[in-house]
């Protein structure tokens, strides 16, 4: 069965970076893109950005005017989304989620991974 | 950019039929997706590509899209239902992916 696995919790100062790991299992890496998204305390999900797993070409959301860097490591079966100079307005969940379908959804996602931003 | 637009909240009696919508430009030229999500939880697919229902998802899962507004019908609504709504499209013209605000169904 298909599995995306996230990292755990992380607190990081104003300023830091944050790096939020996705190990997928249950299907074939690299056939299928994977995407991020987060969602702010009782705010709606925003979609960041994604990662084509198998040629690694990535895309992310104007939104984050650069901060957002995607990337994947085959070998592992891993996606990353490392999100920099973070700020209070930065603390949410972030999930990962798997690319299906033309035009895109997201038919499977990870359990989530809470990055919350505080001095 | 293109934006999608949901109610807040929809209220509906146990074994009653819920209707959520979602509004966009011209949405019923775009494939909408629905995504269920209970508190503390991930979200989870229930309808795409309009009207289609993953493995899994009850027969009382529906979906429509026409003009400017795509729906989502949950019949027989259950206690279980309860959960926030939402919508999503792929913005092509962004080459993007775009939610709706969510919607909260409250089972009375």
């Known amino acids: 069965q298909v599995q995306l696995v996230q990292s755990g919790a992380e607190v990081k100062k104003p300023g830091a970076s944050v790096k939020v790991s996705c190990k997928a299992s249950?299907?074939?890496?690299?056939?299928?893109?994977m995407h991020w998204v987060r969602q702010a305390p009782g705010q709606r999900l925003e979609w960041m950005g994604w990662?084509?797993?198998?040629?690694?070409?990535?895309k992310s959301s104007q939104n984050f005017q650069g901060r957002v860097t995607i990337t994947r490591d085959t070998s592992a079966s891993t996606a990353y989304m490392e999100l920099s100079s973070l700020t209070s307005e930065d603390t949410a969940v972030y999930y990962c989620?798997?690319?299906?379908?033309?035009?895109?959804?997201?038919?499977?996602w990870g359990q989530g991974a809470l990055v919350t931003v505080s001095s | 950019s293109y934006v999608l637009t949901q109610p807040p909240s929809v209220s509906v009696a146990p074994g009653k039929t819920a209707r959520i919508t979602c509004g966009g430009n011209n949405i019923g030229s775009k494939s909408v997706h629905w995504y269920q999500q209970k508190p503390g939880q991930a979200p989870v697919l229930v309808i795409y590509y309009d009207s289609d229902r993953p493995s899994g998802i009850p027969e009382r899962f529906s979906g429509s899209n026409s003009g400017n507004t795509a729906t989502l019908t949950i019949s027989r609504v259950e206690a279980g239902d309860e959960a926030d709504y939402y919508c999503?499209?792929?913005?092509?013209?962004?080459?993007?992916?775009?939610f709706g605000g969510g919607t909260k169904l409250t089972v009375l």
């Open positions: 989620a798997r690319e299906e379908g033309s035009p895109y959804y997201f038919d499977y």
């Open positions: 249950g299907y074939t890496f690299t056939n299928y893109a």
């Open positions: 999503q499209v792929w913005d092509s013209s962004s080459d993007r992916g775009v």
């Open positions: 990662i084509n797993a198998g040629n690694g070409n990535t």
